[in-house]
């Protein structure tokens, strides 16, 4: 019984929202000679938003900063900026590989030697 009702009452709305469409449809028309709106040019998508950048992204910055370690500093100091690093980061995953920029290594080494307190011995790495 109610799903009757409601049915009732739907077919209710939708015949009084298309009689309403019928009844302005049926309203006479402006002449040809009105002033009618000029067309507009399609709506064009707003441009995306620039994307947040960290401080040291809008620093002026080399395309060789993001260059692998090794073509920066040469083959062999970027191994052991890499062995170093892997020495003292107690991360799963760190990124200590000489494929990396070498600011990102020299980030990881600081981060994990800034985690040693007072008192405590850190490595002979977080010296250098």
């Given amino acids: 019984m109610k799903i009757a009702a409601s049915l009732l009452g739907l077919s209710l709305s939708l015949g009084l929202s298309l009689t309403a469409c019928q009844q302005q449809s049926a309203a006479p028309a402006e002449p040809a000679s009105a002033a009618a709106p000029a067309p507009t040019a399609p709506l064009e998508a707003a441009p995306a938003p620039a994307p947040t950048q960290t401080p040291a992204e809008t620093s002026p910055a080399t395309p060789a900063a993001d ?36 600011a990102l290594i020299q980030n990881e080494i600081d981060r994990s030697c800034a985690m040693w307190k007072d008192g405590e011995n850190p490595p002979k790495e977080c010296e250098a």
């Fill in 67 to 102: 260059a692998p370690c090794r073509d920066q500093i040469g083959e062999a100091a970027a191994t052991r900026l890499a062995e170093r690093c892997r020495m003292v980061s107690p991360a799963t995953h760190p990124p200590c590989n000489a494929a990396n920029p070498c």
